[in-house]
T-cell receptor, first 112, second 114 residues
Framework: GQQVMQIPQYQHVQEGEDFTTYCNSSTTLSNIQWYKQRPGGHPVFLIQLVKSGEVKKQKRLTFQFGEAKKNSSLHITATQTTDVGTYFCAGSHQTGANNLFFGTGTRLTVIP | ETGVTQTPRHLVMGMTNKKSLKCEQHLGHNAMYWYKQSAKKPLELMFVYNFKEQTENNSVPSRFSPECPNSSHLFLHLHTLQPEDSALYLC?????????????FGQGTRLTVV
């Protein structure tokens, strides 16, 4: 069945350090989305990647989609306390399909 | 406020009770979803409704029964649940096929089965 794994499961960083989470799918994805869930909150959409090898940036966040469209990464430069939360990737198998399968998530803690 | 409202926010129910979770979206979307979020598992897709038609049922036990009377409302009817069904139940909506792929989530219902 569909499996989307993320590593690491937890990450503690000192404020100002960089952070990266990796997402791996057992099958080729049509597209991948990234969400952030603050403690006690709900997932909030960050970005979608569609093309093989695509790289997108949002301020200190850099998102990458692998060439084989089976993996993705999110890199945060110079973390801030506002970056705290759980980051999820979510993949879809079919173009135009809306069955999003979420990864296991990476919980980020930023130590001031 | 995301435009997706879930009620109640918290629910405690016994294993013999029947209850319903409600979700309403004010975004004009045509797809709605139920997800289950447990402490040690990823977000699990339970049901998908596209244009009010159920298009996905990810092997969810029959003690969970969804209902989508229109494209703005989604219910999850619960009966004879088990303690392992305790979790955060999240509703989401999205707009299909217009280039806006993101799912908008409600605040969730924290369900405890005793």
């Amino acid at each position: 069945g569909q499996q989307v794994m993320q590593i690491p499961q937890y990450q503690h960083v000192q404020e100002g350090e960089d952070f990266t989470t990796y997402c791996n799918s057992s099958t080729t994805l049509s597209n991948i989305q990234w969400y952030k869930q603050r403690p006690g909150g709900h997932p909030v959409f960050l970005i979608q990647l569609v093309k093989s090898g695509e790289v997108k940036k949002q301020k200190r966040l850099t998102f990458q989609f692998g060439e084989a469209k089976k993996n993705s990464s999110l890199h945060i430069t110079a973390t801030q306390t506002t970056d705290v939360g759980t980051y999820f990737c979510a993949g879809s198998h079919q173009t135009g399909a809306n069955n999003l399968f979420f990864g296991t998530g990476t919980r980020l803690t930023v130590i001031p | 406020e995301t435009g997706v409202t879930q009620t109640p926010r918290h629910l405690v129910m016994g294993m013999t009770n029947k209850k319903s979770l409600k979700c309403e979206q004010h975004l004009g979307h045509n797809a709605m979803y139920w997800y289950k979020q447990s402490a040690k598992k990823p977000l699990e897709l339970m049901f998908v409704y596209n244009f009010k038609e159920q298009t996905e049922n990810n092997s969810v036990p029959s003690r969970f029964s969804p209902e989508c009377p229109n494209s703005s409302h989604l219910f999850l009817h619960l009966h004879t649940l088990q303690p392992e069904d305790s979790a955060l139940y999240l509703c989401a909506s999205s707009q299909l096929r217009d280039g806006r792929p993101e799912a908008f989530f409600g605040q969730g219902t924290r369900l405890t089965v005793v």
